[in-house]
């Protein structure tokens, strides 16, 4: 079963603008993790945020987490064609194993 | 550095075949992941070994089964292959243990069942 649900499924944007993608999951979690996927190749990782985090910043993108309200925001700035792609979350179980759990994905499309 | 390797890129069945999927990790990383993902969906975590033991396994019948060898590298084998085996199978290594460990992915195997 999928934890962590990304919004929207799709974004279509037009290069130098913002993107801002949501996740949200269900159970408390150690940590939330931002991958990329080109064209439903291998994943690659974007950023981590651990659960006492509010909020981090790597170049263009910035994350943000709110565990009250179990929910993370991935915000990409300047946005560029070579951005275009699928965009996972990915949480780490409290208590759990330390198996990821992905969300559905968000496919972003950058038009140039 | 050489990243996740992973091998066959492709691969192409027939129900009731059984097949063997192979994945070496970034060297120094002893825990490798084995991930499936079906066409539209996000990742599922199917095994987790470390040291050569199975530290975690997904909700996946028994006809999956991995193992890991001294080296480190890994193999996942699939017994009767069912059309719903369809999907890019996805290899992951990480330092060791520990959820703050990074996970680096392979490019993935794409298993087609017919």
């Known amino acids: 079963s999928q934890q962590g649900e990304e919004d929207p499924q799709a974004l279509s944007i037009q290069e130098g603008e913002n993107a801002t993608m949501n996740c949200s999951y269900k159970?408390?979690?150690?940590?939330l993790q931002w991958y990329r996927q080109n064209s439903g190749r291998g994943l690659v990782h974007l950023i981590l945020i651990r659960s006492n985090e509010r909020e981090k910043h790597s170049g263009r993108l910035r994350v943000t987490l709110d565990t009250s309200k179990k929910s993370s925001s991935l915000l990409i700035t300047a946005s560029r064609a070579a951005d275009t792609a699928s965009y996972f979350c990915?949480?780490?179980?409290?208590?759990?194993?330390?198996?990821?759990?992905f969300g559905k994905g968000t496919k972003l499309t950058v038009n140039p | 550095d050489a990243g996740v390797t992973q091998s066959p890129t492709h691969l192409i069945k027939t129900r009731g075949q059984h097949v063997t999927l192979r994945c070496s990790p970034i060297?120094?990383?002893?825990?490798v992941s084995w991930y499936q993902q079906v066409l539209g969906q996000g990742p599922q975590f199917i095994f987790q070994?470390?040291?050569?033991?199975?530290?975690g396994r997904g909700n996946f019948p028994d006809r999956f089964s991995a193992r890991q060898f001294p080296n480190y590298s890994s193999e996942l084998n699939v017994n009767a292959l069912l059309l719903g085996d369809s999907a890019l199978y996805l290899c992951?290594?990480?330092?060791?243990?520990?959820?703050?460990?990074?996970?680096?992915f392979g490019p993935g195997t794409r298993l087609t069942v017919l």
């Open positions: 159970t408390s979690i150690n940590n």
């Open positions: 060297s120094g990383h002893k825990s």
């Open positions: 070994y470390y040291e050569k033991e199975e530290r």
């Open positions: 990915a949480t780490d179980l409290q208590g759990g194993s330390e198996k990821l759990v």
């Open positions: 992951a290594s990480s330092l060791a243990l520990g959820s703050l460990n990074e996970q680096f």
